[in-house]
């Protein structure tokens, strides 16, 4: 029987989806956190309570644990041991660190092409001072986060400064300053195996200026148009992920593409009937009965 654990936190609901997914395909699977596990250098394997998991089929990668957690760029180092060993992760390691940074993330978009809100990276207060008063309204991001966690809205009619100040005390740095898009809903294109699955849209709360559940946004289905996915799937393409959302957000005249999800959610497209989670699964099966028969 194929083997594919899912890399996750045991008990959360992303994680457990993913394992019943896998099941439900005749994949034998569990949950298991890469914090837990050993890298033995000297025989190159990777311990899980001192079982080596090279003899995995698969991993596929939901969380590599809090994104703040500075520990998480050494678990992306285990999935490359594993990777290494013949062990074929749900998506790529360089994949997942490549977009798992907000900076690089973004870097690599514009490198591809992507059309982006203006964004400024810097160590220079001063230079984040202009862009606020510049844009008006800007919002600091944390180079890694998720759901939105840490954004700080700056509005040049208000103090922001000491608020500034300290934000390399949070280990937030460097600075990562984005104009503020005045949208109430923005977009998840998702894609799996490069191609095209679906679409939602995130509507926000009434209080909050994020689109995020968290801060009381819900779903709806979309229906983005040929040039929107043409966009996204450019994006997409850029990373190479087997699974991931591409969020984007209309402003005037224009798409722009405010990050590719290292890991792609599940809970948008469930607003459109789909089921994402099996989906994936039954891509993983097909990904590894190819592989099997090569």
């Given amino acids: 029987m194929i083997q594919v654990w899912v890399a996750g936190i045991p008990g959360a609901k992303s994680s457990l989806q993913m394992e019943e997914a896998l099941a439900s395909v005749g994949i034998a699977s569990r949950v298991f956190s890469l914090s837990e596990c050993l890298l033995d250098l000297n025989k190159g394997t990777v311990l899980l309570n001192g079982e080596d998991l090279s003899h995995l089929d698969g991993i596929a990668v939901r969380k590599l ?31 997942i660190e490549l977009a798992n940074n907000r900076y690089t993330n973004t870097l690599k978009l514009r490198q591809a092409g992507i059309p982006i809100p203006d964004t400024e990276i810097t160590e220079s207060l001063e230079e984040v001072f202009d862009a606020v008063v510049r844009w008006k309204r800007a919002v600091l991001k944390p180079i890694f986060t998720s759901k939105g966690r840490g954004m700080l809205l700056l509005d040049s009619n208000l103090p922001f400064r000491l608020t500034l100040k300290h934000w390399p005390d949070a280990g937030q740095y460097p600075y990562y300053v984005q104009k503020f898009i005045s949208a109430r809903e923005d977009m998840g294109i998702a894609f799996l195996g490069g191609k095209y699955i679906g679409a939602f849209k995130r509507i926000a709360g009434k209080e909050s200026w994020q689109t995020t559940i968290r801060t009381g946004g819900h779903y709806e289905p979309a229906t983005p148009s040929p040039e929107v996915i043409h966009i996204a799937e450019k994006a997409a393409n850029a990373f190479r992920l087997d699974y991931t959302v591409v969020d984007v957000v209309f402003d005037g005249e224009r798409h ?19 089921d994402a989670a099996d989906l994936l699964a039954q891509y993983i099966k097909q990904e590894l009965t190819k592989r099997q028969c090569s």
């Fill in 65 to 95: 644990g809090d994104p703040i957690d500075p520990l998480c760029h050494h678990r992306i180092k285990l999935l490359h041991q594993l990777a290494f060993r013949g062990v074929r992760i749900f998506s790529p390691p360089e994949a």
């Fill in 256 to 274: 722009l593409v405010y990050e590719v999800s290292a890991f792609g959610g599940f809970s948008g497209l469930k607003a459109c009937n789909i």
